[in-house]
């Protein structure tokens, strides 16, 4: 059992806590710089904006690498496993996680930052080229993100309201982050080409 403490211990420790203050993009990455590298990889790579991937993460998981939705209850008290299979810092269920995978023979980890920003690249990318959603799209590519892209075409965010004031929140935070990146872009660009 010792073992077991331990190994939690260790493997626990490897696990990165979420940033301290979640509303200030540059906080953000002056805390993680490897999350920049992540997140302009993924920009690099799929043409989808840092702060709109960022705002999803926030959303998502709040930066938890091990975030999952609620349990559900039988009978209001009965656990009954969870509301869906959603998992680490980009919520991606099962499904999607599966064809992300098949898609881009990217194995990797929903608790990895860094493969979670590139599913979310990846996802955004799928979406554009489905249903002509625009990259730089917070609102109506998160709308697609929850419902998948079968539930955006046949519009059930519609009877959602809580869902539709989500996707603005999402929308006024990545605007919110593009602004902050910004002022620290170039801080951020230098800190890296001290590092590498």
Same mark, same amino acid.
């Given at each position: 059992?010792?073992?077991?403490?331990?190994?939690?211990? =260790?493997?626990?420790?490897?696990?990165?806590?979420?940033?301290?203050?979640?509303?200030?993009?540059?906080?953000? @990455?002056? !805390?993680?710089?490897?999350? /920049?590298?992540?997140?302009? !990889?993924?920009? !690099?790579?799929?043409?989808?904006?840092?702060?709109?991937?960022?705002?999803?993460?926030?959303?998502?998981? *709040?930066?938890?690498?091990? *975030?999952?939705?609620?349990?559900? /209850?039988?009978?209001? @008290?009965?656990?009954?496993?969870?509301?869906?299979? $959603?998992?680490?810092?980009?919520? $991606?269920?099962?499904?999607?996680?599966?064809? @992300?995978?098949? *898609?881009?023979?990217?194995?990797?980890?929903?608790?990895?930052? $860094?493969?979670?920003?590139? @599913?979310?690249?990846?996802?955004?990318?799928?979406?554009?080229?489905?249903?002509?959603?625009? %990259?730089?799209?917070?609102?109506?590519?998160?709308? *697609?993100?929850?419902?998948?892209?079968?539930?955006?075409?046949?519009?059930?965010? +519609?009877? %959602?309201?809580?869902? =539709?004031?989500?996707? +603005?929140?999402?929308? #006024?935070?990545?605007?919110?982050?593009?602004?902050?990146?910004? #002022?620290?872009?170039?801080?951020?660009?230098?800190?890296?080409?001290?590092?590498?």
């Amino acid at each position: 059992t010792l073992a077991v403490v331990l190994s939690t211990l =260790i493997l626990g420790g490897c696990a990165t806590p979420p940033p301290k203050n979640q509303s200030n993009l540059c906080d953000i @990455f002056r !805390e993680n710089p490897d999350w /920049y590298g992540d997140a302009k !990889e993924m920009q !690099e790579d799929w043409g989808t904006p840092i702060q709109i991937a960022m705002a999803f993460v926030k959303q998502e998981s *709040a930066f938890r690498h091990d *975030a999952r939705p609620p349990k559900d /209850y039988v009978l209001g @008290f009965i656990p009954w496993g969870r509301v869906s299979s $959603a998992y680490g810092y980009a919520q $991606a269920q099962d499904p999607a996680w599966e064809d @992300f995978q098949k *898609a881009t023979n990217h194995g990797g980890s929903r608790t990895s930052f $860094a493969d979670s920003l590139v @599913f979310i690249g990846w996802y955004t990318s799928e979406t554009h080229k489905q249903l002509g959603i625009s %990259k730089w799209d917070p609102y109506n590519q998160y709308l *697609a993100y929850h419902e998948g892209r079968g539930g955006y075409k046949r519009k059930t965010y +519609r009877s %959602k309201p809580s869902l =539709i004031n989500v996707a +603005r929140k999402v929308d #006024q935070q990545a605007k919110d982050y593009g602004w902050q990146l910004k #002022q620290c872009r170039q801080e951020l660009e230098d800190n890296q080409s001290w590092w590498f």
